[in-house]
């Protein structure tokens, strides 16, 4: 039986040893996705923790995810930034999965940018737009809540009829149309990977309404709804899914692309941070 009081004493133990790392409280967290890492670079940094400084703490092993901590800001706007996250397909429970975002939360920020890069069914969306999320399906993953609710966090069952957040929504397509950023609004589907989904299995999420799909996002979306925090899902849409297009997937098309559109993405983030 998964013990929620350890597993809270985890989680304010690894806030306590950050405190003593950086006294800085973060307004705004960042998660970045896969080949999206660089976007640190925008921050004045004050302190950087790497996952493997904080004892018992999961680890990013996938490609594109060098695993820290970083706090700084962005122009004058306290964050928060994870460069790298850990993943349901490396193993790991999706209590931990969540754990470095709950972190994040007991550290003081009180709203989260969840990013990722992700293939595309929408035959209207094109390779290196993004997409910001209305909703999320999360079906197809276990829920990052089941166990015994942990009360210091929130409660048992959670609302997530409004799991992004309406405003943030409109100010990345303001932006977007501002900046000339190909934005889209839609739907995300989390998927276990690490495999590639089928063309059938395209077919099938697509006839669910979902736009984009990936392997992260939607149970951290969720945790992070349980923990009443404000909520975007930005994707950067890397390549499309199989049976919509006939070329062959990789995981390194997927960093080479999310590097090529870098620029456009810091521009949404960062516009996005000064405007919460």
Same mark, same amino acid.
């Given at each position: ?139 197809? *993953?276990?829920?990052? &809540?089941? #166990? %015994?609710?942990? !009360?210091?966090?929130? /409660?048992?069952?959670?609302?997530? =009829? ?24 839609? *739907?995300?589907?989390? &998927?276990? #990977? %690490?495999?590639? !989904?089928?063309?059938? /299995?395209?077919?099938?999420?697509? =006839? ?69």
């Amino acid at each position: 039986m998964f013990d929620a009081k350890a597993y809270y004493d985890r989680l304010s133990k690894y806030a306590l040893d950050i405190r003593k790392m950086t006294d800085m409280v973060p307004d705004v967290a960042i998660v970045l996705g896969s080949g999206l890492g660089d976007f640190a670079k925008n921050i004045r940094i004050e302190c950087e923790i790497p996952y493997e400084d904080l004892d018992g703490f999961p680890v990013s092993t996938a490609p594109g995810h060098s695993g820290r901590f970083i706090f700084g800001t962005l122009n004058g706007v306290k964050v928060v930034c994870m460069k790298g996250r850990v993943h349901y397909y490396e193993g790991y429970e999706m209590r931990e999965v969540v754990l470095p975002l709950r972190v994040m939360r007991l550290l003081g920020a009180h709203t989260v940018i969840i990013t990722n890069a992700v293939g595309c069914m929408n035959p209207d969306y094109s390779i290196g737009s993004f997409m910001v999320s209305r909703d999320c399906i999360a079906s197809f *993953v276990p829920s990052p &809540l089941i #166990g %015994p609710n942990i !009360e210091e966090l929130g /409660e048992r069952f959670t609302d997530v =009829s409004e799991i992004y957040d309406a405003d943030l929504r409109a100010k990345v397509l303001s932006i977007g149309e501002r900046e000339g950023i190909e934005v889209h609004e839609g *739907v995300f589907i989390q &998927l276990t #990977g %690490p495999q590639f !989904e089928t063309a059938s /299995e395209i077919k099938m999420y697509r =006839s669910f309404g979902a736009d984009c799909c990936g392997m992260s996002s939607a149970v951290e979306a969720i945790a992070a709804a349980h923990m009443g925090m404000k909520v975007c899902g930005i994707s950067c849409i890397t390549n499309m899914s199989t049976g919509i297009s006939e070329n062959k997937l990789s995981g390194e098309e997927v960093i080479e692309t999310a590097n090529k559109v870098a620029g456009n993405f810091e521009k949404l983030i960062t516009e996005l941070v000064e405007n919460i």
